[in-house]
């Protein structure tokens, strides 16, 4: 597999949610934000859902 495929790869979909939402969590973390207990228990629900589906379904 050459350098090209590996960065198209890389790139998918999959990758993009799942390094979009952990900055988004990393964000929330070590920012000074304070956001309400419903917003942050909702958000780490979907992170956990999404990222638990992209790493556990079969591909096929």
């Not at 964000?27 to 956990?48: D, I, M, N």
Request: glycine fraction near 8%; hydrophobic fraction near 45%.
């Amino acid at each position: 597999m050459n350098m090209k495929e590996k960065l198209a790869k890389l790139v998918d979909v999959k990758s993009i949610v799942t390094l979009g939402l952990t900055v988004c969590m990393a964000g929330l973390l070590f920012s000074g934000v304070e956001p309400s207990k419903e917003v942050l228990a909702l958000f780490c629900t979907s992170y956990g859902a999404i990222i638990t589906y992209f790493f556990t379904r079969k591909e096929g």
